[in-house]
């Protein structure tokens, strides 16, 4: 599942971002060890937290993800009750996310939110914790078992931190996964309906339109609902269902396919041109 890698970096990063490391004699550091820190000069017990630190930014900001991770490990190592140490914790775990290393990243913001609950970017760990699930989603074709993991994953961010932006990104991307589901259960719906496995392909596709109706998926399982019922000989039932279907998706294909099933010799013209079966499909039904 292609997606940006769009991060809102936590207010730990801005300072040192912002500053640049000139102030701290690093403006030459290109991500490899420093004159302070190589190795065999230096020992980074020797080295101060905030060198260590913006080590790791520049290595961060040049993409060499490995030597960040051992500037921040570093600090955390040597100062481990610094607050450069909290933060180097935090900067480790995007790190990991940045190389896809989703698993370490995951261990390093669970243990950042347990022992740091009042952090001033305690929402920033979550959302990234909620990304390493959400980067991790697969396609329709395979189990979904992920996506629901982060979904509840994002969900925690919306609930927690409602007003931040942070929430908002998750919104946005739990309507993205909720269209995952949805083309989950449309494909096993369709694999039932193929196998003329009525009962279990309209419990499918009934799912869709009840829990994943924000989704584009609907029109279809609508229709294929329609298909479905006019199969089993329950017309009624599939009036019912096109009627839902035409008031809700009047301009969606599935609409005039469902309109062709229905009304004898219907042309494939557009269904809203011709209203007078869905009147009549409403009288005859209710």
């Not at 190589?38 to 937290?49: E, F, L, N, Y």
């Not at 993205?176 to 009962?199: T, V």
């Amino acid at each position: 599942m292609p997606q940006s890698r769009l991060l809102l970096l936590p207010l730990a990063l801005a300072p040192l971002l912002l500053g640049g490391c000139e102030s701290l004699g690093l403006s030459s550091w290109n991500g490899q060890s420093s004159s302070l820190t190589r190795r065999g000069q230096v020992d980074p017990a020797d080295v101060s937290p905030e060198t260590l630190y913006a080590n790791g930014l520049a290595a961060l900001r040049a993409e060499r993800y490995a030597a960040a991770i051992e500037q921040f490990e570093a600090v955390e190592r040597e100062h481990p009750y610094s607050t450069w140490a909290t933060n180097a914790r935090l900067m480790n775990a995007y790190a990991e996310y940045s190389r896809n290393r989703y698993t370490e990243a995951l261990g390093q913001l669970d243990r950042f939110i347990q022992l740091h609950p009042a952090h001033r970017d305690i929402a920033y760990a979550y959302y990234l914790r909620a990304l390493c699930y959400y980067e991790q989603i697969a396609d329709a074709e395979r189990d979904q078992a992920g996506t629901e993991t982060a979904m509840a994953a994002l969900q925690e961010v919306v609930t927690r931190f409602p007003n931040s932006t942070y929430a908002r990104d998750a919104r946005l991307k739990m309507d993205l996964a909720r269209d995952h589901l949805a083309g989950k259960e449309m494909n096993i719906g369709r694999f039932y309906q193929g196998r003329r496995l009525y009962a279990a392909a309209i419990g499918r596709f009934r799912r869709v339109v009840d829990e994943y109706q924000t989704t584009n998926h609907t029109p279809e399982a609508l229709h294929r609902l329609t298909e479905i019922y006019l199969a089993l000989g329950l017309t009624e039932e599939a009036r019912r269902t096109a009627l839902v279907l035409g008031q809700n998706y009047p301009g969606s294909p599935w609409y005039q396919d469902s309109y062709a099933l229905l009304v004898d010799g219907a042309p494939g013209a557009q269904p809203r041109e011709r209203p007078g079966f869905f009147r009549r499909a409403v009288n005859s039904v209710f």
